[in-house]
């Protein structure tokens, strides 16, 4: 596909930015869909990162995605943003308005629950209890998007309490905080449990948690995509539970930027993990 005068312009902001799978994402549906536009890796400088969103809307961009470390910093830029990520304290959308104002949003709550019901079809979430280890950025975008969804109880566990204080404060009153060294003990009748920490990440160590107490009918699911089945979902899904690796949230996330900036809605397929995933 050529990049004509007219083409639509988006792109992703980082510092470092060349580790980013979002242009290789969001490169995929642009040429499937046979759209005029591009999506770039902007390497921008964190004392930059006023000048640059500010220039998105002088340069005919239509906004961007932000990621580390500039999804904390951003959200203090732009002239507004939701409610969600007010919550949780973080944007990786930034949406150019037509009168050339920045909007933020945050689109990891909603992309972790799309993730989460393609993956395990009919989980009813309203009403539900769950269980989330880790409490770091990560985390805030999970909590927020269970909450949304109908979620009851969250139980949370993570290593430093003062960070699960801080989210049983955010997330008031849904939030029941778990002491680490409990969290074993605290899996019978829960619905769904999520690994937010990077425990079982490629050279990290897995995820010490044994299962035995945990129903069959639950669900769980890794936020870690690489590798794609971790310990922990490898041992749940041997023990009869239902798994949801984490890839899915990664592409369901860039959703509603693609849709915003380039006029249509994009599938998360099959294909397409395959294609983010090569190298
Ligand atoms: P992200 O944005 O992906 O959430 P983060 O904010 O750095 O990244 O959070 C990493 C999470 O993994 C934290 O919950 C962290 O626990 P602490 O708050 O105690 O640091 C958790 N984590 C990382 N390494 C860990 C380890 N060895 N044991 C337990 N938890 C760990």
Redesign the pocket.
């Known amino acids: 596909m050529m990049i004509s005068g007219k083409a639509r312009l988006a792109g992703v902001m980082g510092w470092p930015v060349g580790h980013s799978r979002s242009p290789r994402l969001h490169g995929y549906w642009l040429e499937k869909h046979g759209i005029d536009g591009a999506y770039l890796p902007l390497a921008v400088r964190p004392d930059d990162l006023q000048d640059a969103l500010r220039a998105l809307p002088k340069l005919g961009f239509r906004g961007c995605n932000l990621t580390v470390p500039h999804k904390e910093a951003a959200m203090r830029i732009v002239d507004r943003v939701d409610e969600t990520a007010r919550r949780i304290g973080a944007i990786n959308t930034v949406i150019v308005e037509d009168d050339g104002t920045l909007s933020g949003r945050n689109t990891d709550a909603p992309g972790f629950i799309a993730n989460l019901l393609q993956g395990a079809p009919g989980l009813a979430l309203d009403g539900a209890s769950a269980f989330v280890?880790?409490?770091?950025?990560?985390?805030?975008g999970v909590i927020a998007g269970l909450i949304e969804a109908g979620v009851v109880e969250i139980k949370l566990a993570?290593?430093?309490p003062d960070?699960t204080n801080a989210l049983v404060r955010a997330f008031e009153p849904y939030v029941v905080p778990v002491p680490?060294d409990e969290r074993a003990d605290r899996l019978d009748d829960i619905d769904l449990l999520v690994n937010?920490?990077?425990?079982g990440m490629q050279g990290?160590?897995a995820l010490d948690l044994p299962l035995d107490g945990l129903a069959e009918a639950a669900v769980v699911t890794d936020?870690v995509y690489a590798p794609l089945e971790t310990d922990l979902l490898a041992r749940a899904k041997a023990r009869g539970n239902r798994t949801v690796d984490g890839l899915g949230m990664l592409l369901h996330q860039a959703v509603p930027g693609f849709a915003a900036w380039f006029g249509l809605v994009p599938e998360v397929t099959e294909e397409l993990r395959r294609h983010v995933l090569a190298r």
């Open positions: 280890l880790g409490a770091g950025g990560a985390a805030r993570n290593r430093s960070k680490w937010t920490t990077s425990l990290q160590p936020i």
